[in-house]
């Protein structure tokens, strides 16, 4: 199954944050959405991504004066990123080679989405029952 497929399932929206933008809107803008994570998008298009990881973890290096501070004070500037035409197995490693949870979809430069490891998840799960009725169908049916 390519990213595209998944996508196209979960929907193309993606919520996301200036550089500019406050610590304490970022969360404003999780919370509202129910989402872990935003790309950072600047003029010439993603150029971070930052999480509630991220934030808790500069919370207890800085304190709560980091709530004022700017998003790209804390967000990661090395961004994994995936294409539509990119496999749901190549997506899996490279979440697990890079530790991270929500990967940008990229066309041709462009944010196309955002892929979380929940959604990796869900496609797996779906993939495996889809197996397993054929399965049982072939035992069925001969």
């Keep these: 199954m390519r990213i595209a497929d ?23 803008g999780l919370a509202e959405h129910n ?6 998008l600047g003029p010439d298009g993603v150029v971070g991504i930052v999480s509630e990881r991220d934030v808790v973890r500069k919370l207890h290096e800085r304190g709560e004066g980091l709530l004022s501070r700017p998003v790209s004070e804390i967000m990661t ?12 197995d190549d997506l899996s490693v490279l979440m697990t080679q890079r530790r991270v949870r929500h990967v940008p ?25 889809a197996t397993h009725e054929q399965l ?7």
Excluded: F, W
Excluded at 77 to 88: F, G, K, N
Excluded at 109 to 128: N, Y
Excluded at 136 to 142: L, N, V
């Design 105 to 129: 979809v990229l066309d041709e430069g462009q944010l196309a989405g955002i892929v979380s490891i929940g959604d990796v998840v869900k496609t797996r799960m779906e993939e495996l029952e």
């Design 6 to 28: 998944v996508l196209r399932n979960k929907g193309t929206a993606v919520a996301t944050v200036s550089p500019q933008a406050t610590v304490a809107q970022l969360l404003a």
């Design 35 to 40: 989402i872990g994570a935003m790309p950072v």
């Design 77 to 88: 500037t090395v961004v994994a990123t995936c294409t539509p035409r990119d496999s749901v």
């Design 136 to 142: 049982q169908a072939y035992i069925a049916h001969g």
